[in-house]
């Protein structure tokens, strides 16, 4: 079966989930890996996956392996303290491999670009208020300018905060790992207020579904918020009672993050990070779900169960 279909950043959080999605409907997929043990393990062997060893900012490997691709996933992600010249080179070189062929390029964009706003809409004004906001508005610049410019198609889906199997940062994973261990569960700065999250799942249909519909404009976006949680405090609970765990919660406070910055880089950026958590932010999905009338997210229990079955099988 031919492979139309590049995923870069297969073996992480929302990368996987795509992936899963299209092996599930037996699509097959060819994807870019560094660590081709990990991916192995992941995708347990699949025939119609073909996994090439190799890294993004090898142009020429890319290029080589998008000359026949209609669509790029571009899922790559470096922890947040080699974000800078790493995020904008590979998205220039994901763009140069695009050209090609006139490929789309599929984008988990975040909320990072809208700084301090409550209520995110797809026009809604980009002004970040972080550095790596800022870098985010500028890798959308440069994914716009080149689908405008021709050079290529581009699908832009916004996503908030997400969580599910694989889904491994320091702020989703111990969560599921200590109501493994009927540990108490870490969050950060507050757990009393509405906090909008999706399920890597329900992300990853959505974004294939879009991807299948394809473009009318050269650049389109579109966000998708998945469920608003009332608060925390009862997501995290029933994370708890699901994995027959005493209902624990650690808050981290703000100051925690000052202190672990002054000697660890990464809890540096997070810092920069923390006004995501102090109020809420509600992306408007409006769009997307007159889109797709029919769609409906996982269940949240057994979005829960699934992810606590993956980290057990681990």
């Known amino acids: 079966m031919k492979s139309e279909i590049l995923i870069l950043g297969a073996t992480g959080s929302i990368g996987y989930a795509f992936a899963e999605n299209l092996s599930s409907k037996n699509i097959p997929f060819t994807v870019l890996v560094r660590d081709t043990e990990k991916a192995n393990k992941l995708f347990k062997n ?35 303290n080699q974000w800078f010249g790493n995020m904008d080179s590979a998205t220039q070189k994901v763009i140069e491999a695009a050209s ?7 984008f988990p964009g975040n909320v990072y670009n809208y700084g301090n706003l409550s ?64 540990k108490s569960l870490p969050y950060i700065v507050t757990v009393d207020i509405p906090h909008q999250m999706v399920f890597t799942k329900d992300a990853a249909e959505i974004m294939v579904r879009l991807m299948q519909k394809g473009v009318e404009k050269p650049y389109e976006k579109y966000n998708y918020g998945g469920q608003i949680h009332p608060t925390i405090r009862g997501f995290l609970n029933q994370i708890s009672r699901t994995a027959n765990a005493p209902e624990k ?43 797709f009338p029919d769609f409906k997210e996982t269940p949240l229990n057994e979005a829960i169960t699934e992810t606590l079955n993956w980290f057990r099988n681990q």
């Not at 090609?100 to 599929?106: H, P």
């Not at 870098?135 to 716009?144: A, D, N």
Request: hydrophobic residues 45%; glycine residues 6%.
């Open 46 to 80: 699949n025939p119609i996956i073909e996994i090439i060893k190799g890294d993004v900012q090898d142009l020429e490997l890319l290029k080589k392996i998008s000359a026949n691709k209609k669509y790029i996933f571009h899922g790559i992600n470096y922890p947040y």
């Open 119 to 182: 209520l995110i809409k797809e026009d809604s004004p980009q002004n970040p208020c972080t550095r790596k906001g800022a870098l985010r508005v500028e890798l959308e610049k440069m994914l716009s300018d080149a689908a405008l410019s021709g050079k290529c198609q581009v699908l832009n889906v916004c996503l908030p905060d997400f969580w599910g199997p694989n889904v491994l940062n320091e702020g989703v994973k111990p969560i599921f790992e200590n109501a493994l261990k009927g």
């Open 249 to 291: 919660i650690t808050v981290h406070p703000k100051w925690l993050f000052s202190v672990l910055g002054l000697f660890m880089p990464m809890m540096k950026e997070v810092k920069e990070m923390l006004y995501l958590f102090e109020g809420t932010v509600i992306l408007d999905d409006t769009k997307v779900r007159k889109l």
């Open 100 to 106: 090609l062929n006139k490929a789309m390029i599929i």
